[in-house]
């Protein structure tokens, strides 16, 4: 560390210079990805940190004026200034979250999870997404690529039921490293429809079907698994249903035949129709028409459109409200499980 000193003096009143300071860094590699490091990004730009500091230098004015630009952009809105406070910290706490990097010839983009410090984690990227469909869709679209290499074997899961099926894992590593899971457990239909529902939401914005035609295989394996689940036929999972709901009761967040899964089942079902414009190589055999039929007549569309206080709250046999948990309904009045599902 460097100390800078300049002497001043200033009247009552008077203003002294205006000094413009930029923190810049160099870094050797420190992600490693599948067992070997890659280097950032930026140095294919820049040589060295003093060239990182001269290209500042030279861009002072271009610098400010883009940070201004970006300003304006999470400013426009008619809200408080809490509201700007909230964006500006949350950019920057993302901004700071961020990987990009060579991984070899291609670009790789990865992301930080919270406090846990998880690469991409799939349902918190799943809930950011939206920002990346705005601003930027292909660091979606690459995510999409990279957590190919991340799934996990559906017959661990569902048995005999789930041989040939997939589901994606929950993250890609932790820390400085994507070597693989390091959450100790699965949220199996949680990530997996996730997985599907971005995928179509990245052709949707973009038209790009390189995620698509690249991971179609494993696309196609990801909604039998999610088929495979279903033991009832009515669309509502059975199986493999922990969730993201980290906040919840046990029963919401590692419970049997829950509504919030059910709902995302639904949406991602009709995808596998062959919606990813078009795809051909996502028809094979009678799955486009099994998913057509399942996302057209399963419970789970049935519930999708109740109001919210329905699906939370259910009504027994004998017109007690019951709480919809996940396998049965629990009356809380008599602490005792009611009839049906």
């Not at 991340?150 to 993250?171: Q, S």
């Not at 493999?240 to 509504?259: F, K, M, Q, W, Y």
């Not at 062959?274 to 057209?296: E, I, K, N, V, Y």
Request: hydrophobic content about 35%.
């Amino acid at each position: 560390m460097y100390g800078v000193e300049q002497p001043f003096a200033l009247s009552l009143g008077e203003y002294g210079a205006h000094i413009t300071f930029a923190w810049c860094v160099y870094d050797a590699p420190l992600l490693e990805i599948g067992g070997e490091l890659a280097d950032f990004k930026y140095k294919e730009y820049f040589p060295s940190l003093e060239a990182v500091g001269d290209w500042c230098r030279a861009r002072v004015g271009e610098i400010e004026e883009n940070a201004r630009r970006v300003d304006g952009i999470l400013t426009a809105h008619s809200l408080t200034t809490d509201l700007t406070h909230l964006l500006s910290q949350a950019l920057h706490a993302y901004l700071a979250s961020t990987w990009y990097c060579k991984r070899g010839a291609v670009d790789w983009y990865s992301c930080w999870e919270g406090g846990g410090y998880f690469q991409s984690s799939v349902d918190v990227e799943y809930s950011q997404a939206p920002f990346y469909l705005a601003l930027w869709p292909q660091l979606l679209e690459m995510e999409l690529c990279e957590w190919a290499e991340h799934t996990r074997d559906g017959e661990t899961k569902l048995g005999e039921a789930g041989r040939g099926t997939l589901f994606m894992a929950h993250d890609m590593g932790q820390y400085c490293d994507c070597n693989g899971q390091k959450l100790w457990i699965d949220q199996e239909l949680e990530e997996t429809t996730n997985y599907v529902l971005m995928a179509y939401a990245v052709w949707k914005r973009t038209g790009s079907r390189r995620a698509i035609e690249q991971n179609a295989d494993i696309i196609r394996r990801f909604l039998d698994f999610i088929l495979a689940t279903d033991t009832r036929g009515d669309g509502i999972p059975s199986y493999a249903c922990h969730t993201t709901l980290d906040d919840a009761c046990l029963p919401l967040r590692t419970g049997e035949r829950l509504t919030y899964i059910a709902v995302k089942k639904c949406r991602g079902l009709p995808h596998g129709r062959g919606d990813f414009g078009g795809s051909r190589a996502l028809r094979h055999g009678g799955l486009p028409r099994l998913c057509g039929a399942r996302a057209r007549n399963h419970r789970a569309r049935r519930l999708a459109r109740r109001p919210l206080h329905r699906l939370l709250y259910g009504q027994g046999r004998r017109g007690e409200r019951q709480y919809l948990y996940g396998k049965r309904l629990f009356a809380p009045a008599h602490g005792r499980a009611a009839a049906g599902t």
